[in-house]
């Protein structure tokens, strides 16, 4: 590896180190199902935003509200001290397509339809209102 590849590696980990989140893998659902629930939670508050999830009749919230509670955890864990009330709120979260499983449907006169088995990768990063670290 090249020493200016090296340097730039180097700098994305230190960036790393001050960033919150978590990342859920190939949901079986369609992006588009997904983004109405993610477009609820945007911006707020993680205990306001849990309790809009809780309470949400979609099924993708639920996977949304584990994956919430996730980087809460994480956050807890790199900070090594508990969240209080109002201190964290969902700064990013974005849903992006996964794979498609292309399937086929016996259709009238021998035809075909064709199937199409969406997923999605959703990652929700949190953070602190207060920016400045007390350590």
Known sequence: M???KRESAERRKEAAKNLYYAKLVGVPSSPRKMRYVVDMIRGMEVNKALGV???STKKAAIDVEKLLRSAIANWEAKNERKAEDGE???SRVFVDEGVTWKRMRPAPQGRGYRIRK???HVTLFVDSKTNDDKE
């Open 2 to 4: 090249g020493k200016r």
């Open 53 to 55: 999830l809780r309470f």
């Open 88 to 90: 964290l709120f969902i």
């Open 118 to 120: 969406r997923s999605n």
